[in-house]
């Protein structure tokens, strides 16, 4: 089993900047991508951004290209991602997920294999 560990989220406004963070522990050599998913009410869950874990290759949802970056430190298996240029519709829980294989967007959400317990992320306009 690997355990996701997120922190980083809050009230902002819309320009403004948060970082989050995922620690991941157990299992974790395991794990061969790990990254962000986000969920808006009433919306499906959808991808945002993913990191491999040996070969750094990093993926991103076009809504956040750009404005988003996403990065990892190995030795303390953490996932970082910086999240500036926030618009009101940012707004949404953001899941930290790992997972073996590769995974670069929404379709892969059913897949997962590990998820954290999300951190609300509000940008006010």
């Known amino acids: 089993q690997v355990q996701l560990v997120e922190s980083g989220g809050g009230l902002v406004q819309a320009g403004g900047s948060l970082r989050l963070s995922c620690a991941a522990s157990g299992r974790t050599f395991s794990v061969y991508a790990m990254g962000w998913f986000r969920q808006a009410p009433g919306k499906e869950r959808e991808f945002v951004s993913a990191?491999?874990?040996?070969?750094?290759?990093?993926y991103y949802a076009d809504s956040v290209k750009g404005r988003f970056t996403i990065s990892r430190d190995n030795a303390k298996n953490t996932v970082y991602l910086q999240m500036d240029s926030l618009k009101p519709e940012d707004t949404a829980v953001y899941y930290c997920?790992?997972?073996?294989?590769?995974?670069?967007?929404?379709?892969?959400?059913?897949?997962?294999?590990?998820w954290g317990k999300g951190t609300l992320v509000t940008v006010s306009s």
């Open positions: 997920a790992a997972d073996s294989r590769p995974f670069s967007g929404s379709e892969y959400a059913h897949a997962i294999d590990y």
């Open positions: 990191i491999t874990w040996s070969i750094v290759k990093t």
